[in-house]
């Protein structure tokens, strides 16, 4: 049974809980569906709780307002009158009602969601951690404040609950998916169970617009994830972008070439087609000379992104990552040189291109096939 055959066997068997998806012949993964958790029973299980979402970040403010359009009892803490402070009374949140300082908003939560960045949440934990009473739940949606915690510093007590749902998709998905009814996909995992923490991790799970969950560590979803980032998400796709980009433009192709044949092409046609039918769908259905090359030059290719992969993993692994990004924000002037780094890839000769065609399609009728 090749892989496609398998994958597509993963999504016709998915009916139950008990329903497992076989990613390869010698894996095999539980899932949990929303089916199995509709919105009564999730607010059965949730019905004498207080969330308290922490931080109005892109996760903050999405599962913040993705819990309270499912009518459950939820209150923000935020830092009175900073920017987030005032992007959330515009969102109808009310100061003294559902709107607190951080402090107080963590001593009213009987679930407290931890959504403050991964930096944010090293400043804010003692002034959290008074407020973290017995028998309560501490949730997170990202594994490494616990997981690096001999750097964050973050060890909660030992008599609550320790949970994580962590979206597989940025916190603007999250709401986007949430409100257009598509739903998104999250890992979950129970790092301490002191009162009910499965049950309270699944009514979480699903009331914020999940489709399905499956089962991490704090510890494997933090590794991915900076691996992820840093590699076929982020990183390397960028590097690859400005590397095929470069050689067209240094052997004499036009910018407009160069940014169709790397960028548009991609982002507009490629991908959305490998995201609905999969890379052997897009293999079979373009020209024979696309199929040979893209087939042969892969094989060339793997080897050595392998390579790179496993050393990224390595130095997330070690905690060179964790290390740098600390160090990094310790630095006063760490804001500025951030915004410079980012400032030279706008200004590259490529993503200037993408805005302009952006601004000119945004800014001119179509007429047929024609601006």
Same mark, same amino acid.
């Given at each position: 049974?090749?892989?496609?055959?398998?994958?597509?066997?993963?999504?016709?068997? +998915?009916?139950?809980?008990?329903?497992?998806?076989?990613?390869?012949? !010698?894996?095999?993964? /539980?899932?949990?569906?929303?089916?199995?958790?509709?919105?009564?029973?999730?607010?059965?299980?949730?019905?004498?709780?207080?969330?308290?979402?922490? =931080?109005?970040?892109?996760?903050?403010?999405?599962?913040?307002?993705?819990?309270?359009?499912?009518?459950?009892?939820?209150?923000?803490?935020?830092?009175?009158?900073?920017?987030?402070?005032?992007?959330?009374?515009?969102?109808?949140?009310?100061?003294?009602?559902?709107?607190?300082?951080?402090?107080?908003?963590?001593?009213?939560?009987?679930?407290?969601?931890? &959504?403050?960045?991964?930096?944010?949440?090293?400043?804010?934990?003692?002034?959290?951690?008074?407020?973290?009473?017995?028998?309560?739940? &501490?949730?997170?949606?990202?594994?490494? =404040?616990? !997981?690096?915690?001999?750097?964050?510093?973050? !060890?909660?007590?030992?008599?609550?609950?320790?949970?994580?749902?962590?979206?597989?998709?940025?916190?603007?998905?999250?709401?986007? !998916?949430?409100?257009?009814?598509?739903?998104?996909?999250?890992?979950?995992?129970?790092?301490?169970? +002191?009162?009910?923490?499965?049950?309270?991790?699944?009514?979480?799970?699903?009331?914020?617009?999940?489709?399905?969950?499956?089962?991490?560590?704090?510890? $494997?979803?933090?590794?991915?994830?900076?691996?992820?980032?840093?590699?076929? &998400?982020?990183?390397?796709?960028?590097?690859?972008?400005?590397?095929?980009?470069?050689?067209?433009?240094?052997?004499?192709?036009?910018?407009?070439?160069?940014? $169709?044949?790397?960028?548009?092409?991609?982002?507009?046609?490629?991908?959305?087609?490998?995201?609905?039918?999969?890379?052997?769908?897009?293999?079979?259905?373009?020209?024979?000379?696309?199929?040979?090359?893209?087939?042969?030059?892969?094989?060339?290719?793997?080897?050595?992104?392998?390579?790179?992969?496993?050393?990224?993993?390595?130095?997330?692994?070690?905690?060179?990552?964790?290390?740098?990004?600390?160090?990094?924000?310790?630095?006063?002037?760490?804001?500025?040189?951030?915004?410079?780094?980012?400032?030279? +890839?706008?200004?590259? /000769?490529?993503?200037?291109?993408?805005?302009?065609?952006?601004?000119?399609?945004?800014?001119?009728?179509?007429?047929?096939?024609?601006?």
């Amino acid at each position: 049974m090749n892989s496609i055959k398998i994958i597509r066997n993963i999504y016709s068997n +998915i009916r139950c809980y008990s329903t497992k998806s076989y990613i390869n012949t !010698h894996t095999q993964q /539980e899932i949990i569906l929303s089916s199995n958790y509709p919105p009564s029973k999730c607010k059965d299980i949730l019905k004498n709780e207080t969330i308290s979402v922490l =931080g109005y970040g892109p996760q903050g403010k999405s599962q913040a307002l993705n819990l309270r359009d499912n009518d459950h009892n939820v209150i923000l803490g935020l830092r009175q009158h900073g920017n987030s402070w005032n992007k959330a009374i515009n969102d109808g949140w009310n100061p003294n009602t559902n709107l607190f300082n951080i402090d107080e908003a963590a001593h009213k939560g009987t679930i407290i969601k931890y &959504l403050i960045s991964d930096v944010g949440q090293i400043e804010q934990w003692n002034t959290i951690k008074p407020f973290i009473y017995p028998n309560n739940t &501490l949730y997170f949606s990202h594994g490494f =404040g616990i !997981h690096y915690k001999n750097y964050t510093n973050i !060890h909660p007590p030992d008599d609550i609950n320790i949970i994580m749902v962590s979206p597989k998709c940025s916190g603007k998905s999250v709401r986007e !998916h949430f409100l257009n009814g598509n739903g998104f996909t999250s890992s979950y995992s129970i790092h301490n169970d +002191i009162n009910n923490a499965n049950e309270l991790c699944m009514g979480l799970a699903f009331a914020i617009g999940n489709n399905y969950i499956f089962e991490t560590t704090f510890e $494997h979803e933090v590794i991915s994830d900076l691996t992820g980032e840093r590699c076929i &998400l982020m990183g390397m796709i960028q590097a690859a972008f400005l590397a095929q980009y470069k050689v067209l433009r240094t052997n004499g192709h036009s910018p407009l070439e160069a940014y $169709h044949e790397t960028i548009e092409e991609a982002l507009s046609s490629l991908y959305p087609i490998i995201d609905e039918n999969g890379m052997d769908w897009l293999y079979k259905n373009c020209s024979t000379t696309a199929q040979r090359g893209a087939i042969d030059w892969a094989h060339v290719f793997e080897p050595k992104l392998t390579d790179m992969i496993q050393d990224c993993y390595n130095s997330v692994k070690d905690e060179t990552e964790v290390k740098r990004i600390i160090e990094c924000n310790k630095n006063p002037d760490y804001e500025t040189i951030l915004h410079n780094e980012l400032d030279d +890839i706008s200004k590259q /000769e490529m993503w200037e291109i993408k805005k302009q065609l952006k601004k000119l399609k945004s800014n001119t009728k179509w007429n047929g096939f024609l601006l």
